[in-house]
Structure formats: structure tokens, C-alpha cells
T-cell receptor
Framework: DSGVTQTPKHLITATGQRVTLRCSPR?????VYWYQQSLDQGLQFLIQ???????AKGNILERFSAQQFPDLHSELNLSSLELGDSALYFC??????????????FGPGTRLTVT | GDSVTQMEGPVTLSEEAFLTINCTYT??????LFWYVQYPGEGLQLLLK?????DKGSNKGFEATYRKETTSFHLEKGSVQVSDSAVYFC??????????????FGTGTQLKVEL
């Protein structure tokens, strides 16, 4: 158990809908990362937040957005869903955004199926 | 940009065989290197890491050495067990202070160990 929790575990929804994925980082971790794992794209970085502020952006679609709240939990919002958005979405956390700490700890993931 | 190349799988070995999974990387800075493992139906677990050239990361009998001259970080284990069956991901972190430290992953190598 990494200490990172994600809800829900599974999500099935229809095209055009909007969903919210939730992540709680390890206790004390300030950085939260979102990754997408799909068969065709592999594991791809989406976005990072550090202590409530966006720190880095990857290949995140404009239909997707995220935020980190004062209690440090994060939400990833996916809207106007398409079949191709079906994937495993992982959240990870790390202690700090500094040279001394690059270890990221991953949650169990949310499996999104768009029908 | 940064990239990680892993040997294609699946790799099938007999129990107690020697394991090598090759990983090479391309990065502009001085990245930290990681191996993550994903067991069926689970999230990613950090297996080992190395943060500078010639560092050797080790854990649970696995080891990998950060080779800057060959830009490689090959994973090895002297004697694999059936319980090692999983997908192994090589990853790098770009090491830019304050610029986020997203992970760039290879495509993953599936390992199957048989009795």
C-alpha cells in the first residue's frame, strides 16, 4: 500500500459525459501528478500540482482539467468524453518538488471505460 | 525531448534463471532513473532508483546501475521467481528544480516466470 488513494476504482460512462476522478496523496506529500495509461499511448504524464499550484503540464487535452485543493487532495475532470479516453488514470504523489526527492508513489488507479 | 527505450516483451524465463531487461534513455539534463513494477490489476510500485552516474539501485534482489557513458539503466536479477511475474517500467525524471519532475516512462516489459 503506497498511501495514495484514488476513487472511484472503476467508472463506466457514455460518450459526451463528464467525470471527476479523485486522489488523496500520501500524508505530508505536497506534489500530485496525474498519468494516463492506455494500450496505444502507454504511460503518459498529464499534469502536476505542487501545494495547490499547477507546476507542469504534459500531453493533457483541453477537455481535461485538474486542481489541487487546500487539503492537498486533487481532482481530475474529464469532459466531453470520447471512446479514446478509456484508460487507466493514475495519481502519484511525492514529498517535495526539489532535487532531493524525485520518488513518486502511485495510487491503484481509476479504470475509466467510455461506451 | 526526454525518452526511454525498453526491450520489447514479453520475456519468458524459467524459475531461478538470470534476468536482464534493457533500458536506455535520452535526456538533456542529468536525470534520475527508476524502475517501477506493475503486478496484474495493481498500480505501479517503485522498485529501485539511481540519482547520479555510477549509482547502483537495488531492492528485493533486483539491481540496476546508472551508466552515463552508455545512457543505460539495465535491470538485473540473479534468480527470478514466479512471484516476479509482472510488467516492468523504466522511467526517468528530468531533474529540473522548480520545473516539475514528471516521469517519462518506457513502454514496459512484461516478464513471465514459469516453474
Amino acid at each position: 500500500d503506497s498511501g495514495v488513494t484514488q476513487t472511484p476504482k472503476h467508472l463506466i460512462t457514455a460518450t459526451g459525459q463528464r467525470v471527476t476522478l479523485r486522489c488523496s496523496p500520501r500524508s505530508g506529500d505536497l506534489s500530485v501528478y496525474w498519468y494516463q495509461q492506455s494500450l496505444d499511448q502507454g504511460l503518459q504524464f498529464l499534469i502536476q500540482y505542487y501545494n495547490g499550484e499547477e507546476r507542469a503540464k504534459g500531453n493533457i487535452l483541453e477537455r481535461f482539467s485538474a486542481q489541487q485543493f487546500p487539503d492537498l487532495h486533487s481532482e481530475l475532470n474529464l469532459s466531453s468524453l470520447e471512446l479514446g479516453d478509456s484508460a487507466l488514470y493514475f495519481c502519484a504523489s511525492s514529498a517535495r518538488d526539489s532535487l532531493s526527492s524525485y520518488e513518486q508513489y502511485f495510487g491503484p488507479g481509476t479504470r475509466l471505460t467510455v461506451t | 525531448g526526454d525518452s526511454v527505450t525498453q526491450m520489447e516483451g514479453p520475456v519468458t524465463l524459467s524459475e531461478e534463471a538470470f534476468l536482464t531487461i534493457n533500458c536506455t534513455y535520452t535526456a538533456t539534463g542529468y536525470p534520475s532513473l527508476f524502475w517501477y513494477v506493475q503486478y496484474p490489476g495493481e498500480g505501479l510500485q517503485l522498485l529501485l532508483k539511481a540519482t547520479k552516474a555510477d549509482d547502483k539501485g537495488s531492492n528485493k534482489g533486483f539491481e540496476a546501475t546508472y551508466r552515463k557513458e552508455t545512457t543505460s539503466f539495465h535491470l538485473e536479477k540473479g534468480s527470478v521467481q514466479v512471484s516476479d511475474s509482472a510488467v516492468y517500467f523504466c522511467a526517468l525524471s528530468d531533474g529540473v528544480t522548480g520545473g516539475g519532475n514528471k516521469l517519462t516512462f518506457g513502454t514496459g516489459t512484461q516478464l513471465k516466470v514459469e516453474l
